[in-house]
């Protein structure tokens, strides 16, 4: 079986940077090339501190996805407390923020607070449970990460209860702060957009340095654990490690992932951070955009975003036209939009299981 | 079918698990009445041709015929249903099951029918002993008697048995050497996974020996017996060591 | 000598664990509270091993997690407001009579919409994904997504109250203690259900091959029987005994919300995994003591209360780490 060679004999730069594993295909080269460079310029191309919001939040949810998709898509295993570690990111460096100082310092300090007990609970987790079954382990993930949930609630001193934090930025990501003084191409670049590039920017190499993971031997071998676990394991690796090591990488990213969004938000609560309706958004965002592949990500990311919008958008306008209906128009009210992306999960799940981009790839390997 | 015919035949038969083929081309025939002993190394095949046999894999290729009637389409219930009974290498004992339970699943709809009760006690009386108590707490030799015991509750055409004797003392596999024989004498058939060579010659009629996947010699049990080189090339043993 | 005797507290520790709980709890408050509270524990326990029982006998012996379990919990639940809206005159009748009738007769609904629902689900989503766990967590969870979205465009977003019937409202004295009238009830009808769930699982052959196939399905079929044809009844049981238990719990709420399985989700998981996946016994128990515990922390540090059923989790797993009574082919 020779391996299938992209179209371009030319190696170069690029595919160094997307270490050899490009998105495949032409269509979905042109989908992804467009998506990064409407990311890229979003501040130009969508002005507006709502629409830089949007894009913002995109860009943080890849990286969450996508350290979501390391675990489930690469390694196969199914863990609920993926957002807990994002909101433990996101808490890290809120709390430092709130309660002792506004700095890059205070920022550095929380993020690195935020990824060490993030990975110390991933170690512990994995560590403990990757040794029962698949969906003991499963369980076991929902039931720490409610009760981080509770303690994120309960805790009002540390964590502001269910109200949670607002708190400063350092002076150049705030609202207030004009890096230049004349507008860029017509875009006022003040702190929100400095914001912005730096989580795009942070979120794209944190992207690519998981393409690189996937794309070593370690990633090789997370790939044989998720095929069969026990040839591995008779081949004389130790899966729990590798296991524990994959988990432990999630966590850092979707931590950092965590603090950009407290950067973002100048808030941290319990429903932005850690609420169960995130982890189903990032569930529907890995499946639908296509698990193993952190392309995946992107797409799913983008599609779900844009749908929590539009799609309420255009129930409201169908659910109008059928205002009459009983059924039918609640069916169509735009408080519905989980049911019909839930639809499209199942659907998607159970007929196209590689999601779009699994679908839209070429067949490599 | 008179005796002697063969009551099951696998032709050509393959198996694959997973991406692995493990059978290539079985080819093996259990004669009616009579013992065959399945030989061969550790992973030589033995323990897939007879899951095989039960549908619980299936084969890739190749038929499998059961009284003349092709079975490696069905499911394993319908292949029981047909009258053969089978008794995994690891037992497949219900623990948390009383011994009256583990034998009542295996009697008809009728229940447990006293006289074939009685039989059973006959070759293994610590069963009645242990009537009540949960299966997973006899030692090994009782739950290799509550396994067979449970075979023969019901009358069966075919016996399939992987590694009847693993793990038993000696005077327990001389006890089992002969419960087996008896049934010989009531014309049930059996086909018996063996490890220990000594064991078979004592109750073979037949032998066929695998390795690899495939079966390497196959004839009466008496040409295998006589022949110590033939018993080194294919067994790596000499007469007399236990394999 | 002394092994034996290990073997033995070995084995039958895991009874000891409730009872004592409830003793232990005993010196911590008064007798008045304690009577008090262990009841209500008793009672929650009931509806919670209705709600997990069901789970449970599903994965033993089909190897299957439903994540949309909590959605049959929440249909009985919205069922049980529509029936009793229908029988008014019975359910709001000042009467014991009428009364239970009611009560028995929205149980029985609620375990018919939910057990049918079942049905449905099982044929056209479950029987899909035997035997691929990655799979069945995630069409699971997405058609819990779509039940509940569909439970609200069916019943409305908004909380529906659900009034206990009037002779159940009050509490009967004992001493000085007051037990609730409506827990009394639960408290009859879960040991109702439960005795006969344990009748039907020891004493019949159906109850039998369950519990053999719970342990080893590929023997059961070796013996001869369609075991498959058997998941169909033990889903549909199963999700039936989770509708009755979404019933009873919103009745003991008096509000039903489309949130009400998912707030159970978490609950039952933890019964799952401290009583031992498989085991229905295993469940009884592990309720019964999530019961007990959240009640006894609620009354002495409500801050824990919301935790103290995940630590408890915690506890057992490091005693016991498959759950405290595991079946064994998991």
Known sequence: MAMDRPESPRRGLLSAILSEDPPGGRALNALLLAAFLALLFAPFLFPGAKAIGVAARICILVVLVASYDLMLGYTGIVSFAHVMVFGIGAYGVGIVLAKAWVGWGAVCLGAAAGIAIAALLAVVIASLSLRVQAIFFSMITLAVASFAQILAQQWRGLTGGEDGLTFSVPEALRPSFHLLQEPLLGLQVNGTVVTYYLTFSVALLLFLLMLRVVNSPFGRVLQAIRENEFRVEAMGFQVVAYRTMVCVIAATMAALAGGLMALVLRYVGPDATMSFSLMIDVLLMVVIGGMGTLYGAVIGAILVVLAEYYLQNLLGRLGGAVAQVPVLSALLSPDRWLLWLGLLFVLIVTFFPQGIVGRLRRPRR | MADGDALLRLEDVHTDIGRYRILHGVDLEVRRGRVTMLLGRNGAGKTTTLRTIMGLWHARQGRILFAGRPIEGLATPDIARLGVAYVPENMGIFGKLTVRENLLLASGPKGLAQERLERVFACFPALKTKWDAAAGLLSGGQKQMLAIGRAIVEPRQLLVVDEPTKGLSPAMVEHFIAALLALKEEQTTLLLVEQNFRVAQQMGDDVAVMDQGRIVHRGPMQALVGDEELQQRLLGLSLGAAG | ?330
Not at chain 3, 222 to 239: N, Q
Not at chain 3, 258 to 286: N, P
């Open chain 3, 1 to 330: 000598m002394s092994d034996a005797w290990r073997q033995r507290l070995n084995e039958w520790s895991p009874y000891a664990v409730t009872p004592l709980l409830v003793l232990a709890a005993l010196p911590a408050m008064g007798f008045g509270p304690w009577l008090t509270l262990t009841v209500a524990g008793l009672t929650m326990g009931m509806m919670l091993f209705l709600m997990a029982s069901g789970l449970t006998l599903i994965f033993g012996l089909m190897d299957v997690l439903n994540f949309a379990h909590a959605a049959f919990i929440t249909l009985g639940a919205y069922v049980a407001v529509t029936v009793l809206g229908l029988i008014g005159g019975w359910a709001q009748a000042d009467a014991l009579g009428p009364n239970l009738a009611a009560l028995l007769v929205a149980l029985l609904c609620a375990a018919a919409a939910s057990g049918a629902l079942g049905f449905v689900f099982e044929q056209v989503i479950v029987r899909r994904v035997y035997g691929a766990p990655l799979l069945q967590i995630l069409i699971t969870m997405g058609a819990l997504i779509v039940i509940e979205q569909l439970v609200i465009v069916v019943w409305g977003p908004n909380a529906l109250p659900l009034p206990k019937p009037p002779s159940l409202r009050g509490s009967l004295l004992v001493g000085t203690s007051p037990i609730e009238s409506y827990r009394l009830v639960a408290l009859c009808v879960g040991l109702v259900i439960a005795l006969l769930m344990h009748f039907v699982l020891t004493r019949t052959r159906l109850g039998l091959l369950v519990r053999a196939g719970v342990e080893d399905r590929e023997m059961v079929e070796a013996l001869g029987y369609h075991v498959r044809r058997l998941f169909i009844g033990v889903f549909v049981a199963g999700t039936a005994l989770a509708g009755m238990g979404g019933m009873m719990w919103a009745q003991y709420q008096t509000l039903v919300t489309s949130q009400v399985g998912d707030s159970m989700t978490v609950l039952v998981f933890i019964i799952l995994i401290i009583g031992g996946l498989g085991s229905v016994g295993g469940c009884f128990i592990g309720a019964i003591l999530v019961g007990l515990t959240s009640n006894y922390i609620e009354f002495l540090s409500p801050k824990l209360a919301l935790g103290s059923d995940i630590l408890l989790m915690v506890l057992v797993l490091m005693w016991r780490p498959r759950g405290l009574f595991p079946v064994a082919a998991h």
